[in-house]
């Protein structure tokens, strides 16, 4: 005989949480950030055109990457609604000030390359989990992920994996041969880190 259980009461949560986590998500995402630039690596998404235009022009990474979300808020709020947008927009401006502070904090001048895009990686994919769970994004190609896995029910993971194929290949002329590969497994580690932990339906938070 099978014993029907109850249905699961689905609790969203509270603004205090949400006030605690997209902070934590900005953190991880700003860290493993300026671990792959302190190396001259690459990531995917808009973070890696962030990265490529930094090292064409000079220019801030922080100020880039907030600059370059912009168009997608326009996205967002037509498709996923203001909510997220308002909570997107505070994350990439967390992540952009984040970039610029540890610098301020933290000597990592002698990094191994590999060791600093795997810990990136990580780092930058649980980032993208915490901000995910609490109706957020880190911007840019996440807003489309997002949109793609709610509307679509197309992994976030697959979809980020997708476009930051196209951005690295875009690097090949501007990274070095062996960043490059480091900056590669960095990068697979991070979308396996969001295609495993966000996938729909499975989280109701």
Known sequence: MTVAEPPVEIKPHAV???????PTGAFLMSWGMYLLKAIGGITGGLAGVSFLTTYV????LGVVYFLINVPFYWLAVRRIGWAFTLKTLIAVGLISVGVGLHPHFID????????????????VGTGMIV?????????????LAQYLQTSRGWRAGYV?????LCVIAASIALVDGWILVCSIVGGVLLNLVVAI???????FG
């Open 160 to 164: 980020q994996l997708a476009l930051d």
């Open 108 to 123: 990592v001048s002698s990094l191994e390359p590999m060791y600093a895009a795997v810990f990136a990686g990580l780092a």
């Open 57 to 60: 022009t000079g220019w801030s």
């Open 131 to 143: 901000l995910f769970r609490h109706g957020a994004s880190a911007g840019g190609f996440g807003i």
């Open 197 to 203: 932990n966000h996938r729909p339906g499975r989280y």
């Open 16 to 22: 205090w949480e949400d006030v605690l986590a997209i």
